[in-house]
């Protein structure tokens, strides 16, 4: 499937130029149409102090501030957007979702086919999932970009976590667009023995389907040797360059709560270099 709508989620970090110039690069070079949404920080009403105003006058001058300040943060994000979309010249639109609960937030990404986003904060699991984590209730794809992360290019090097799992698979088929396009893509098997049924080579048949999409890549098997998975990912990935990484997101939801396996919690709070989450 072809890559034709990517949403990029534009909160108010320092951050959010570099996540919007990534997500305009690679509008651009999969000739995809980009949508751009605000989201709107849940305290712009003035938090604990504006519910003790009183009187008529003093009421109105704070949903005067509020107003204001909500049109300040819109027109500096639509800038920051309208910048990058305009010099790439890609078709574009611009939305703003205020922070009425996830069902808007999840709507928003539920039509594209690729969602550029933050990293979510340490104590999400905690508050609730995020803006940036809709994707676990979506489906949607999520390529999360690091804070610190300077290079704009779409993805060449890219890393893709293989274990055999419905999940795996799952992101590999979502991520064929950015693999088939990149220059060089490694499918790092951490102990193959754990994961891969006893008599098969590790990393065979998945190599024959992504090499059939005209995907070059390498198998590389490695044993953990007793340290944790998410730190020999990200060692492998740092040493040979990557500049993305591809993973399945294990999870299980009860009730409203998501519960994410551990390899994917610490990469998505660790991971330097984006990362590509399916679920």
């Known amino acids: 499937m072809d890559i034709k709508t990517i949403a990029v989620l534009i909160d108010t970090s320092p951050s959010r130029e570099t996540r919007v110039d990534y997500a305009t690069n690679l509008a651009r070079r999969h000739g995809a149409h980009l949508i751009g949404i605000f989201l709107l920080p849940p305290d712009i009403g003035g938090g604990l102090a504006a519910s003790h105003v009183r009187g008529q006058a ?15 943060l819109i027109r500096e994000a639509r800038d920051i957007f309208e910048k990058h979309t305009a010099r790439q010249g890609v078709p574009c639109e611009f939305r703003v979702h205020a922070p009425r609960g996830e069902d808007e937030r999840r709507l928003g990404a539920l039509h594209a086919d690729l969602v550029v986003a933050a990293p979510p904060k340490d104590s999400w699991l905690d508050d609730g999932p995020p803006a940036d984590v809709v994707q676990l ?10 804070e610190n992360w300077r290079n704009i290019e779409p993805p060449q090097r890219i890393l ?25 893509v490694t499918v790092l098997i951490v102990d193959p023995q754990a994961s891969i049924p006893a008599g098969e080579e590790p990393g065979v048949e998945v190599a024959m389907f992504l090499l059939r999409h005209g995907v070059r890549l390498t198998v590389d098997p490695v044993q953990s040797h007793g340290r944790a998975i998410p730190e020999v990912i990200l060692e492998y990935a740092a040493s040979n360059e ?6 399945g997101a294990y999870s299980h939801a009860r009730a409203r709560e998501i519960v994410l396996g551990g390899v994917t919690r610490s990469l998505l709070a660790h991971s330097p270099i984006p990362l590509l989450i399916s679920h």
């Open 242 to 247: 990557h500049d993305m990484i591809v993973l």
């Open 58 to 72: 003093a009421i109105a001058n704070l949903l005067h501030h509020q107003q204001a300040r909500k049109d300040d």
């Open 160 to 184: 893709i976590g293989w274990n055999a799992s419905r999940e795996s698979r799952r992101a590999i088929g979502d991520a064929l667009p950015l693999l088939a396009l990149a220059s060089s």
């Open 137 to 146: 209730a979506t489906g949607v794809p999520f390529l999360l970009v690091p």
